[in-house]
């Protein structure tokens, strides 16, 4: 038999004469019986008793989960602040600061040296080949005009790509009364693998609102569908249980709390306080009734209970390991690039002076500052297209394929949705740690985005497989040991093999100076 609400079934069992606290309160037996425990078992993936005890392990794994979501929070405010890195591009216009005076005296050594090599080699010239002064000139001209303009450029377009980038925070998503709300990306994975045993509660186990798939699991959301929990992490609902920081994933519905189901029977539903006191039988052809301990009140503690929250611990856990992979990438390349180009643009006035009548070298250092500014703005736009794939994958609609419509979830059990969901994250990422690359072809230049993501994955690999292989916590101990005793007997060699290599540089930049006027001929 199948009720299509909870208040169905309760109307549709038989009152007895000594039901004198309501048809589901007590010995249920016979007829009534049957009809509980169909219930029971079509609602069997939510409504499944579980020792009261377990349900501490449950608050401690809840915990650690709502630690990862504040460290994955912290992580997108911390990737949203860091364009604020931007305004270091303004420095290089103020002689106050550091880098603008260095900035300054660098355009005072690049044209003195340019007219140092000017003079050595109009001399040199008379007697070997004449300076083509249309070059110098031109090439002096081009110099000055970008070093005057690259401080004002780089703040403006600067501001334009932070600007767009911060809107970011303010992306909305809606609640179930439709109103809106900000919404982090850190929330998505918590809300995607809790279902709500109080929300099936509130809409009465409306089998309309909430279908359930082949396997019991509830069908994927839909646009426009109720949510099946109200997790949020809107401000003005700070002092809700329904706010991310504060839910309790221990919490139960049984013989521990039957004041609150004394509570949820009187205002809110009859029949509510005998659906969580009893439960299946072992042949699951009845129910039995779960003992209330009412002189020794500890031992409800060994009683069977249901938990409010349905959890899917390892696929939030895996959702919430890829996006902290994510944010940490992003923005170790986002501060990567913004230091880039506050360097290129250092040295360039330097560089684009002393090529004298050569602009080539020059404008490639300023292509190169081009190909970084491409770069953050292709993260920014990589990044928009992450956030708008992870909050509206379990809403996703794919309508746009007349043989695909419907929603991305559709037809998957809950497993299999972590499963699809792992897969995008996963895909996703990899094309964020990709997407760089096409720039680098565009602007033929390597804007080195591509090679420090892959540096940092290959890094995380790395260390994952070496945690894997580990046999034992001895084994390791012994090859650390090994491994620093190594490093100490080699540390001599390396000072001496780095003093060699110092020695070489120092020797081939002394060349360098000495050659600098006549590569300027």
């Not at 334009?160 to 709300?181: C, E, L, R, Y």
């Not at 069977?304 to 929250?309: A, E, G, K, Q």
């Not at 992870?390 to 972590?418: I, Y």
């Amino acid at each position: 038999m199948k009720y299509d609400t909870y208040s169905d079934l309760v109307n549709d069992l038989e009152k007895g004469f000594l039901d004198i606290n309501g048809k589901t309160n007590g010995n249920i037996t016979g007829e009534n019986a049957e009809k509980m425990a169909s219930f029971y078992k079509y609602w069997s993936n939510y409504l499944e008793p579980t020792p009261a005890v377990i349900s501490l392990l449950i608050y401690i794994l809840g915990g650690i989960i709502k630690a990862i979501y504040l460290i994955t929070a912290s992580l997108e405010h911390v990737f949203n602040n860091m364009f604020k890195l931007f305004g270091l591009f303004g420095y290089l216009g103020d002689d106050s600061t550091v880098i603008g005076q260095f900035f300054y005296w660098f355009q005072v050594i690049g044209t003195t040296l340019f007219s140092l090599i000017l003079v050595v080699s109009a001399i040199t010239g008379v007697f070997t080949k004449p300076v083509k002064y249309k070059g110098v000139i031109t090439n002096f001209l081009l110099v000055t005009m970008v070093t005057s303009v690259l401080p004002l450029a780089l703040t403006s377009i600067s501001s334009v790509i932070a600007q767009d980038a911060m809107s970011i925070q303010t992306i909305s998503s809606g609640s179930p009364d439709g109103s809106k709300h900000y919404s982090s990306l850190a929330i998505q994975p918590m809300k995607n693998n809790v279902v709500d045993l109080k929300v099936l509660i509130d809409n009465d186990f409306s089998t309309e609102l909430f279908p359930l798939d082949d396997f019991g699991y509830i069908k994927p959301p839909k646009e426009g569908s109720t949510p099946v929990n109200n997790i949020t992490d809107s401000t003005d609902k700070r002092d809700t249980t329904d706010f991310a920081t504060r839910i309790d994933f221990g919490a139960t519905y049984g013989a521990s709390n039957t004041d609150l189901l004394q509570d949820l029977e009187k205002n809110q539903q009859e029949g509510l306080k005998g659906l969580f006191l009893h439960k299946l039988n072992a042949n699951q052809t009845g129910v039995e009734t779960i003992g209330e301990h009412r002189v020794v009140g500890e031992l409800n503690a060994f009683e069977p209970v249901y938990m409010r929250y349905k959890v899917n611990w390892i696929g939030m856990l895996m959702q919430y390991i890829i996006l902290i992979v994510l944010l940490v990438s992003m923005a170790i390349k986002l501060v990567k690039s913004v230091f880039d180009i506050v360097i290129q643009a250092l040295i360039s006035p330097i560089q684009g002076y002393t090529s004298l009548s050569s602009s080539k070298k020059y404008k490639e250092l300023l292509r190169t500052i081009g190909g970084a500014f491409a770069g953050i703005f292709f993260e920014v736009v990589i990044m928009r297209v992450v956030l708008e794939i992870c909050r509206d994958l379990p809403t996703l609609s794919v309508s746009a394929v007349t043989k695909l419509s419907g929603g991305f979830f559709n037809g998957l059990n809950m497993w299999e949705q972590c499963l699809a969901a792992c897969i995008v994250y996963i895909g996703v990422f990899l094309a964020a740690m990709q997407g760089v690359s096409m720039i680098e072809r565009w602007l033929g230049v390597s804007t080195g985005h591509s090679d420090t993501a892959q540096q940092l994955l290959g890094a995380m690999m790395m260390g994952n497989a070496f945690a894997s292989g580990a046999g034992s916590l001895g084994h390791a101990a012994m090859g650390l040991g090994g491994i620093g005793m190594n490093v100490a007997s080699k540390v001599p060699g390396a000072v001496a093999t780095g003093s060699k290599v110092l020695g070489d540089s120092l020797a081939t930049t002394g060349g360098g100076i000495r050659g600098a006027v006549n590569a300027a001929r």
